[in-house]
Nanobody
């Protein structure tokens, strides 16, 4: 069982930056694909980015790929989502999720097995 805890959300002005963190429990963190998703008010949850357990292979949603960077620090059991040039439409609850060990990258929510509780990001205009 993996437990994920997101942090780093908050209120930021349009054009600003935030770095979200996803801290994971468990000794096998280095074998998990980690994804970030977000859910805006009144909308379905959508894919943002994912990072392969090898750490060098990434996958981004087209809508955000020029503004976000996903990275991981296996020594700290943590994955980061750096978000730049934020827009009001980026306002959402951001979730991190993990697939079971040794899986491939995916943008499909139903292929992730473990989820955090989410962290709120609010971008003011």
């Amino acid at each position: 069982q993996v437990q994920l805890v997101e942090s780093g959300g908050g209120l930021v002005q349009a054009g600003g930056s935030l770095r979200l963190s996803c801290a994971a429990s468990g000794p096998t963190f280095g074998t998990y694909v980690i994804g970030w998703f977000r859910q805006a008010p009144g909308k379905e949850r959508e894919f943002v980015a994912a990072l392969h357990w090898r750490g060098s292979i990434t996958y981004y949603a087209d809508s955000m790929k020029d503004r976000v960077t996903i990275s991981r620090d296996n020594a700290k059991n943590t994955v980061y989502l750096q978000m730049n040039r934020l827009k009001p439409e980026d306002t959402a609850v951001y979730y991190c999720a993990a697939r079971k060990p040794w899986q491939d990258l995916s943008r499909r929510q139903d292929e992730y097995d473990y989820w955090g509780q989410g962290t709120q990001v609010t971008v003011s205009s």
